[in-house]
């Protein structure tokens, strides 16, 4: 497909981890992000991942990397109420820097 | 001032007005550009600069118009808007283009067209 796709929403109980997915469009992607948005607020790069990796881990974040299957995954570790937001995840499509984003999934944590 | 500002950060205009939306950033960074989010859709990409020259014009029309005079400033000027162009306009910037370079992100400007 041409689109960056997530899933629109995502509920998830306080302490609980949350893996929100993505599938992007070109195997050749170099970088892939995960920014978060708060509201009112621009967005924040949380982390990325190079396409040489299978995963990589900081903190209570853990982005998982499938090349043959264009799939990436962002799990957050006891997640918290403050990590309700919109996690958009978005592709590096060309040399010069341009992303490809997604349309953000909605995370709501409730306690 | 720190990071990337953006003003003004709420814009109602009708159709007929000019306006311009600023960003400015602080980080001593070589690339800009303009995002445009709409509900529920991705991010769409506007404009880029690097070094003060547009490398980047992803089909816009011309109804907006972008000027980068140093690298530190960009500009958005809009006329004779439609309504559909109500949406959150974001500005970001970084060091350069190539490599795994962050983009940091502004606020954003919600901007309402009447």
């Given at each position: 497909?041409?689109?960056?796709?997530?899933?629109?929403?995502?509920?998830?109980?306080?302490?609980d981890?949350?893996v929100?997915?993505?599938?992007?469009?070109?195997?050749?992607?170099?970088?892939?992000?995960?920014?978060k948005?708060?509201?009112?607020?621009?967005?924040?790069?949380?982390?990325?991942?190079?396409?040489?990796?299978?995963?990589?881990?900081?903190?209570?974040l853990?982005?998982?990397?499938?090349?043959?299957d264009?799939?990436l995954?962002?799990?957050?570790?006891?997640?918290?109420?403050?990590?309700s937001?919109?996690?958009?995840?978005?592709?590096?499509?060309?040399?010069?820097?341009?992303?490809?984003?997604?349309?953000g999934?909605?995370?709501?944590?409730?306690? | 001032?720190?990071?990337?500002?953006q003003?003004?950060?709420?814009?109602?205009?009708?159709?007929t007005?000019?306006?311009?939306?600023?960003?400015e950033?602080?980080?001593?960074?070589?690339?800009?550009?303009?995002?445009?989010?709409?509900?529920?859709?991705?991010?769409?990409?506007?404009?880029?600069y690097?070094?003060e020259?547009?490398?980047?014009?992803?089909s816009?029309?011309?109804?907006?118009?972008?000027?980068?005079?140093n690298?530190?400033?960009?500009?958005?000027?809009?006329?004779?808007l439609?309504p559909?162009?109500s949406?959150?306009?974001?500005?970001?910037?970084?060091?350069?283009?190539?490599?795994?370079?962050?983009q940091?992100?502004?606020?954003g400007?919600?901007?309402?067209?009447?």
């Amino acid at each position: 497909g041409e689109d960056v796709e997530q899933s629109l929403f995502l509920s998830v109980r306080e302490g609980d981890s949350s893996v929100i997915n993505c599938t992007y469009t070109d195997s050749s992607s170099t970088y892939l992000y995960w920014y978060k948005q708060e509201p009112g607020a621009g967005l924040q790069l949380l982390t990325y991942i190079f396409s040489n990796m299978d995963m990589k881990q900081d903190q209570r974040l853990t982005v998982l990397l499938n090349k043959k299957d264009k799939h990436l995954s962002l799990r957050i570790a006891d997640t918290q109420t403050g990590d309700s937001a919109i996690y958009f995840c978005a592709e590096r499509k060309d040399s010069w820097g341009k992303l490809q984003f997604g349309a953000g999934t909605q995370v709501v944590v409730t306690p | 001032e720190t990071g990337v500002t953006q003003t003004p950060r709420h814009l109602v205009m009708g159709m007929t007005n000019k306006k311009s939306l600023k960003c400015e950033q602080h980080l001593g960074h070589n690339a800009m550009y303009w995002y445009k989010q709409s509900a529920k859709k991705p991010l769409e990409l506007m404009f880029v600069y690097s070094l003060e020259e547009r490398v980047e014009n992803n089909s816009v029309p011309s109804r907006f118009s972008p000027e980068c005079p140093n690298s530190s400033h960009l500009f958005l000027h809009l006329h004779t808007l439609q309504p559909e162009d109500s949406a959150l306009y974001l500005c970001a910037s970084s060091h350069a283009l190539a490599g795994g370079d962050e983009q940091f992100f502004g606020p954003g400007t919600r901007l309402t067209v009447l």
